[in-house]
């Protein structure tokens, strides 16, 4: 055994646990950044040190052997225990230094980067890497362990994350100032069936929560055109093509323009929350680690900015079971 030990080497069992995690060799590659007959000489290497065989193909498809699925535990619990090593090693130093990638959601690129600003201020030898995407890529992320942190409207609805619920996300009905609507209070929902409105993308979060919410009303809305982008959105509501119901991070820098009014719907705002996650099984960095506490102080005091000037006697909670 000790000279397995010897011959063993922290890089290969770094591959063999990535591999092991996507059973496939050219996954493993493109994750880790190496190439496949680098992945595949170092994987040959390991199984001739242990004189067993690791992987056991059949088929198309990669399984683990009895020992290879021992050798994953080993790795797992070995680069655990090396990374609670790093942590204290940084905590001991004081120091906060390294990469943090971040997965967002579309609409969560208008509060996540200023977050970032003063998390950056305080830790300036962290670097930031952040993936904006819609929910579908952003789950094929989670699932392919590539970011370290992921923000999404709602969470996927198995248990293999730890999930934690933070800031509101108060979705609106907005308008041209000129529309009929403007400036009338209490607003019945069916008031609106049959208007023209301007749509987010299928799979988007606020496009689920609006249509659930109009559909529960008997409430049926003219979809007039679909648009990928929420920048897009408000420029075509200013240019008076029609209504649309957007999460209000989306206007905080035209809180006091003229070109959009503000509808005050009955049930609106729509009280959608933001999640934090990771995958279950995952250690997580102490520059992450860091970045996690640091959103969830910081945003618990930005939630109530973005309420502020929402007519919120008869808003509702929008839990995005639909
Ligand atoms: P989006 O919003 O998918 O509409 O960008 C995120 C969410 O509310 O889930």
Redesign the pocket.
């Known amino acids: 055994m000790v000279s397995l030990i010897k011959q063993l080497t922290l890089h290969q069992l770094r591959i063999y646990q990535e591999v092991a995690r996507c059973l496939s060799i050219t996954r493993a590659a493109e994750n880790l950044h190496l190439t496949q007959p680098t992945v595949s000489i170092q994987m040959k290497q390991l199984a001739e040190h242990i004189g067993l065989p690791l992987l056991e193909q059949v088929g198309k498809r990669l399984y683990l052997t009895e020992v290879g699925r021992e050798l994953l535990g080993v790795c797992r619990q070995l680069f655990d225990d090396l990374a609670k090593f790093e942590m204290l090693v940084s905590d001991l130093q004081g120091v906060k230094t390294g990469q943090l990638h971040l997965g967002v ?4 690129k208008y509060f996540i980067p200023r977050l970032l600003g003063a998390f950056c201020e305080r830790y300036p030898g962290v670097d930031v890497v952040m993936k904006v995407t ?2 579908q890529r952003l789950l094929q992320r989670l699932e392919s362990n590539e970011d370290d942190l992921y923000v ?3 969470p996927p609805d198995h248990d293999n994350v730890w999930v934690e619920r933070f800031m509101v ?1 108060p ?1 609106v009905v907005i308008a041209p100032p000129t529309h009929v609507l403007a400036g009338q209070s209490s607003i019945p929902v069916t008031r609106l069936a049959g208007e023209a409105f301007l749509m ?1 993308e299928q ?7 609006m249509e659930s919410y109009f559909r529960e009303h008997g409430c049926s809305i003219r979809v007039r055109m679909e648009l990928g982008s ?1 920048e897009a959105i408000k420029q075509a509501v200013a240019g008076g093509l029609g209504l649309a119901v957007l ?1 209000a991070h989306t206007l905080a820098l035209e809180k006091n323009t003229d070109e959009l009014a503000m509808l005050d719907v009955e049930g609106f705002p729509l009280l ?1 929350h ?1 999640h934090v996650m990771y995958p279950r099984e995952k250690r997580l960095s102490v520059v992450a680690r860091s970045f996690l506490d640091f959103l969830l102080q910081e945003s618990a005091g930005l939630g109530g900015q973005y309420l502020a000037g929402l007519p919120l006697s008869h808003s509702r909670e929008n839990t ?1 079971n639909h």
Do not use: D
């Open positions: 959601i579309t609409t969560a819609n929910r999404l409207g709602e996300n979705l987010r799979g988007s979060g606020t496009r689920r929560a929420n999460s959608r933001w995005g």
